[in-house]
């Protein structure tokens, strides 16, 4: 019984340390398209493509959902558009790193109001005290622009939805088959705003292999692997363990982009990854 339980948790872990890493490959890819389509038209192909091959590997009209379930995946959907709108918009604005961190008060609210024991908290301390030192300071020189750090915070609050709806969702059917319908519910209302917004420029072939590639990196394969780690844990041990996203993007910063990061960035990526490793291993008694 044991083994097993510790194998359940051990899945969960990986499976949300891979979906960091396929985000993060999918996100400087994103970037290159923001001049040519924008963030709306990169939204847009993310989620199209996303949503078409979640449907033909999941084959979602196997167990099409009806009623509360239904307006369960509608929401969960709803949210995840949103997510992914917001937070194109905001890295348009403010930079990728900070982006991700502003984003990150959503997943932590969820853990916060889901805590029911001690440790849980010293967990979401942690985690919080990690990010805030990830922030630069807002009254200098080089403030954040302020639609920029709203747009990042209303992500945030789609990704407290995505959770939330996410693990009710998780119990109706597979988790492909609930992603492929969430990403369906997102593009029917984003895919249109990306044509009014960029006209037949995002169906260019300069475009379609890129936003391919975004589509399956940045969403069709994190979000499976997100949904079966969801249904393998509580929604604020999932939000705790999420807080190695900004860890994860200053990591990239520095291996890809030589970003040089000063010692108390590296003290915060110590504190985020501790507060993602104490929820993991604690995991166990919380189920």
Same mark, same amino acid.
């Given at each position: ?7 359940? /948790?051990?899945? %969960?872990? $990986? +499976?949300? @340390? &891979?979906?960091?890493?396929?985000? !993060?490959?999918?996100? =400087? ?94 967990? /979401?301390?942690? %985690?919080? $005290? +990690?990010? @805030? &030192?990830?922030?630069?300071?807002? !009254?200098?020189?080089? =403030? ?113 982009? =030589? ?29």
């Amino acid at each position: 019984m044991t083994l097993r339980i510790n194998r359940t /948790v051990v899945i %969960a872990f $990986a +499976g949300v @340390l &891979l979906a960091m890493a396929t985000i !993060q490959s999918g996100a =400087s890819i994103a970037k290159q398209l923001f001049p040519i389509v924008g963030p709306e038209g990169t939204t847009a192909l993310r989620l199209g493509f996303s949503a078409i091959v979640l449907w033909l590997v999941f084959r979602p009209w196997r167990a099409m959902p009806e009623g509360s379930d239904l307006r369960a995946i509608i929401f969960y959907g709803v949210c995840l558009g949103g997510m992914n709108i917001l937070f194109y918009l905001a890295i348009e604005r403010i930079p990728l790193g900070i982006g991700v961190a502003l984003e990150f008060t959503g997943p932590l609210a969820v853990a916060l109001i889901g805590s029911r024991r001690k440790t849980d908290l010293i967990w /979401v301390g942690l %985690a919080i $005290a +990690g990010i @805030l &030192l990830l922030l630069p300071d807002m !009254q200098g020189e080089e =403030s954040l622009d302020p639609v920029g750090v709203a747009l990042a915070l209303a992500a945030g609050a789609c990704w407290a939805g995505y959770i939330l709806f996410g693990k009710k969702t998780g119990t109706q059917a597979s988790g492909g088959i609930t992603v492929a319908l969430g990403m369906t519910v997102a593009a029917i209302f984003l895919v249109p705003l990306g044509f009014v917004s960029q006209g037949m420029a995002i169906l260019s072939w300069e475009v379609i292999p890129l936003g391919l590639a975004v589509g399956i990196l940045s969403s069709a394969l994190p979000y499976s692997l997100e949904m079966i780690s969801l249904r393998n844990m509580t929604p604020q041990s999932f939000s705790v363990l999420m807080s190695m996203e900004p860890a994860v993007a200053a990591l990239a910063g520095f291996l890809i982009l =030589s970003e040089q990061l000063t010692l108390w960035q590296w003290l915060a990526i110590l504190l985020v990854i501790c507060a993602s490793l104490g929820s993991a291993l604690t995991a166990e008694k919380r189920q």
